[in-house]
Every structure is written in structure tokens, then in C-alpha cells.
């Protein structure tokens, strides 16, 4: 079952920090290296018997165009919020999670590293996923990735791009 929370709101209404009392909180960003460290941090919860809580944070630039947006108007806010939290039940939905796993989907307004990070703040743990670019590049974290390991309130776990495929096939 998936439930939606939010906690903090800027002024137009919209959700600027999502509310985790605990648990395994896990970022996502609609990629495919997003959806395996979903699948880790899924994975980890239910054997830790801990909830599931998926975050998407997002910018105007960031997120998907709401149904209201037509020539000449420009929906409120609370339009992209919520396609932005449409779009990550989608790739929630697609992950095809145990059902007995508690799982809620947040979304905030900001940017992803602040997002969070202030997220983290009563988290057991943060799982991001940073996106291997192969050689010497490989060697170095993405920047959220990177900021959420500097700065998280609570031990965090970097996926990498591939590992989650690895471990399923040994």
C-alpha cells in the first residue's frame, strides 16, 4: 500500500520537506539507476521490518508537465506537485514491491540534495543512487549523491548503477 505524506509546505502550498519518522528513506529521480536503488532500499526495509519512504524532489524544470498546462496559462504549483508524485507512483508501481512493505511516496519542492537531506532528519538511513560514468570518471560520486553523503543527519547508502542486477544474478 502506498501513502501519501508531506510535512512542510513553502508559501504556495506545496510540500518542501517530506515527514519521515523513521525508516529507510530512499530518493528517486525517475531514472533507472533511481528504480535499482529503490529495489535495494525496498529490499533492506522489508528484512529490517522498517517502512519505505520514496522521495522525489523537483523544480519547475524538473517536472513533468500537469494536465492543466495549456497555451497561455501556467497551472498553480499544486498542478506539478501533483504530477510529480503521479509520475514516482508510476515508477513505484513498476518496481513491483512486496505488498507487505510499508511504502509512502513524498514529493518536495527544491532542489534534490536539500530535498533529502532535510528529509533524512528522522531517517535511519538514506539511499541514493549515483550513476557510474565508467573509468576514472566511475570513481567519483554525482553530486547529490555526494552532498547527501557530506551532509545527511543519518548513515546513507550510494547504489550504483548496476550493483542490484549484480546481486540477484549470484
Known sequence: MTELMDLESDDDGVARVADVAGGVLVGHDGSECAQEALQWAAGLALRAGYPLHVVRAWKLTTAPQPAT??????????????????????????????????????????????????????????????????????LVLGSVSDQCVRHAPCPVTVVRTGTAADRTER
Open 69 to 138: 498546462l495549456e497555451p497561455g496559462y501556467i497551472p498553480p504549483l499544486e498542478d506539478f506537485e501533483a504530477a510529480v508524485r503521479e509520475e514516482l507512483e508510476a515508477h513505484v508501481a513498476a518496481a513491483r514491491l512486496d505488498p507487505a512493505l510499508s511504502v509512502t511516496c513524498h514529493t518536495t519542492h527544491g532542489t534534490p540534495a536539500r530535498g533529502l537531506i532535510e528529509s533524512a532528519a528522522r531517517a535511519d538511513l538514506l539511499v541514493v543512487g549515483a550513476r557510474g560514468l565508467g573509468g576514472f570518471a566511475g
